[in-house]
């Protein structure tokens, strides 16, 4: 049985979507483009909900424990996480959470309100379909995914916020971003890579490239895992733990190809602007790295890092698709697809229940 908090997360979302997109007001942007800018009393409502829900979860998601009872460093302990590039985004987070009482909600409300607040900004200012944007955000799993890895979400909301850097080639602005999320989770410095190939025009050579790319990593875990335990600064053993080589769930992996077929089949291939073509390529990036980790559920982790700008490239991706009617069509069919996706991974992967702890003080 699925929560009847979920059901009405999601009926905010779609109501107050609705409205925020219903009565967007048009923008002219600096380079020239205009952007429906959604009312942002409505906007704001909904994030105040779901920063709320997500911060006063209890005992949901299976690293609740683990953060709710994580210990605060002294002060001289943070400082020195910080100047070691060892996560101390975090170390300080914990410490401020703390200084407000020995309550472990504080952490998970301080979390999702840094975590929530960086993904719903982010797809206000850049989403040309906002509602659909914020429906997508639920559907695909990254709101309630954040319920777990909380420390890599938090990075990966940092990497979301700063994406559009890479688009407008500014590499030290983008880094400083990466840099943010690297001091909540040292994985994120993997996110440089992006920059040197979101940029290029996409192609049929470099989606093979991609696939080529993707088989090879597949079947390269060792290695993969090197690169982990240098990262992170600790040995990893593939075959310590079962999580590392346990396999993704196959409607994972499918569910991340549905906007490459809708380009395939659906869009037009020339006359691209600039942010479309880097859009097509984020949704190539973030499928073949799906398809690159599907036999590790520990390396399939990187989808939370490329996963959050696909809700942005999918209001692009309806913008190509040459007759209106075709377009509300693949929305509609969309829309249904994730529906029921949310439904499977709340039901089967999660428990789909939900509770609440209101004792903050």
Request: net charge positive.
């Amino acid at each position: 049985m699925i929560s009847p908090v979920y059901w009405s997360v999601l009926a905010a979302t779609a109501i107050l979507g609705n409205i925020a997109e219903t009565e967007a007001t048009p923008v002219k942007r600096p380079d020239g483009t205009i952007w429906k800018k959604p009312n942002p009393s409505p906007a704001k409502a909904l994030t105040v909900v779901l920063i709320l829900v997500a911060g006063l979860r209890y005992y949901v998601g299976t690293d609740f424990l683990a953060y709710y009872e994580w210990p605060a460093l002294p002060w001289t302990g943070v400082f020195r996480s910080i100047l070691e590039l060892k996560e101390g985004g975090f170390a300080l987070l914990v410490k401020i959470s703390r200084s407000f009482g020995d309550k472990g909600q504080h952490l998970i409300l301080s979390s999702a309100f840094i975590t929530v607040l960086l993904y719903c900004r982010t797809i206000y200012k850049h989403s040309d379909s906002y509602m659909f944007s914020m429906l997508l955000y639920l559907l695909m799993g990254e709101w309630q995914g954040s319920f777990n890895a909380i420390r890599q979400y938090l990075g990966a909301a940092f990497i979301f916020s700063g994406h559009r850097y890479i688009l407008e080639r500014n590499f030290r602005k983008y880094c400083l971003f990466v840099f943010l999320a690297m001091m909540f989770h040292k994985t994120a410095v993997v996110m440089v890579i992006p920059y040197f190939l979101l940029s290029r025009k996409p192609s049929h050579g470099q989606l093979a490239l991609l696939a080529i790319g993707a088989i090879i990593l597949r079947f390269s875990y060792g290695f993969l895992f090197d690169v982990v335990s240098e990262i992170k600064g600790e040995e990893m053993d593939m075959n310590a733990d079962e999580y590392y080589t346990h396999n993704v769930n196959i409607l994972r992996i499918l569910v991340s190809f549905i906007p490459v077929f809708i380009y395939l089949l659906q869009c037009k291939k020339t006359d691209h602007t600039k942010e479309q073509d880097f859009y097509i390529n984020v949704i190539f990036f973030h499928s073949f790295c799906m398809l690159a980790t599907m036999g590790s559920a520990y390396l399939a982790r990187i989808g939370s890092y490329t996963n959050a700008a696909v809700t942005i490239a999918y209001g692009v991706l309806f913008q190509m698709v040459p007759n209106d009617n075709n377009s509300r069509t693949t929305k509609y069919l969309v829309t249904g697809m994730y529906f029921f996706y949310w439904l499977y991974s709340l039901r089967v992967l999660n428990d789909g229940l939900f509770r609440f702890n209101f004792k903050l003080f």
